[in-house]
């Protein structure tokens, strides 16, 4: 059985495990992010030598990753973009090394044993901060020319554009909702969460009730594009929220007004919670590395 270790690099932590050829996660632990790129370095060298049969090293990150292994963009970790951090992690360890967005391992992760398992066409949403995603064409993950693939947040959904709030991302993901709650209460964004605006919204709160609406919404306007765009054969929705047992079912009430309401509209997106949540980016990275090797 071959096993595989496996970093997810977080603003806050980052876990490590040991990952089996079948999706199986051997043993696992999460760590501080380190405040410098040496330390994080140390970190992988150090849980590599835990496993000394290993494979190879597949990583999930933040950030537009090249095949090259240098990370562009920008994130809460600024030292790891620039360097060539897959180089970097081979030298230490030695080892084979894979990294790959976390978005796109989110989505490997639910290709590989999750909610997309045996599907060809896929299109995998993330809300988090903002809204990201993968998107895969037979199988096989579509990065883009830009490595911009999958990045669903940065569509627009209104037409009369006045600035870059108007994205999707920042009108629709959980800090979205979060901060246009804040502002009809007068409160300070950093008092509440998505969490307590659904409980209040549940208690009866009118303000976060309509809120809420609105949200699903949005949501279901930017799926319904994302449909049309592409016509994938799933779109999965993954992120904190997705763990909701309601979300599903009130975006398909959303896209029902909606396909109702176009008469060109003769397919409505089929859409399902992700799978594997907490341990996604772990597991798509493994899987990356495997499709990488294979």
Not at 72 to 93: C, D, F, W
Not at 134 to 154: M, Q, S, T, V, W
Not at 176 to 192: G, H, M, S, T, W
Request: proline share 3%.
């Amino acid at each position: 059985m071959q096993k595989y270790i496996a970093f997810d690099i977080g603003g806050t932590f980052v876990k490590c495990g040991v990952v089996d050829e079948n999706g199986q996660i051997l043993t696992s632990k999460k760590e501080k992010t380190p405040k410098a790129l040496a330390g994080l370095l140390n970190l992988i060298e150090t849980y590599c030598q835990s496993c000394p049969e290993a494979k190879g090293v597949a990583i999930s990150s933040s950030g537009a990753v090249s095949d090259e292994g240098i990370i562009h963009g920008s994130s809460a970790i600024p030292y790891i973009h620039g360097p060539n951090m897959k180089q970097l992690v081979s030298e230490r360890t030695k080892l084979p090394v894979y990294i790959e967005n976390d978005a796109n391992c989110a989505g490997y992760a639910e290709v590989w044993n999750g909610a997309a398992k045996g599907k060809s066409d896929v299109m995998v949403m993330v809300i988090g901060t903002g809204i990201g995603g993968a998107i895969f064409k037979n199988g096989r993950l579509h990065k883009g020319a830009n490595l911009h693939g999958g990045e669903f947040g940065y569509m627009l959904l209104n037409t009369n554009v006045i600035d870059s709030n108007d994205v999707w991302s920042r009108r629709t993901s959980t800090k979205a909702l979060i901060r246009k709650v804040a502002k009809v209460k007068e409160i300070d964004p950093e008092e509440l969460s998505g969490e307590e605006i659904f409980s209040m919204a549940e208690a009866g709160d009118e303000i976060c009730t309509k809120a809420i609406d609105e949200f699903y919404h949005l949501l279901a306007i930017g799926i319904y594009n994302m449909q049309y765009i592409y016509d994938p054969e799933i779109i999965l929705i993954g992120g904190g929220i997705s763990a909701r047992e309601d979300l599903i079912t009130n975006i398909n009430k959303k896209l029902d007004a909606i396909v109702s309401a176009i008469d060109l509209a003769k397919i409505k997106p089929t859409i399902a919670s992700c799978k594997l949540r907490q341990n996604a980016n772990l597991l798509g990275a493994v899987y990356g590395f495997m499709k990488e090797i294979d």
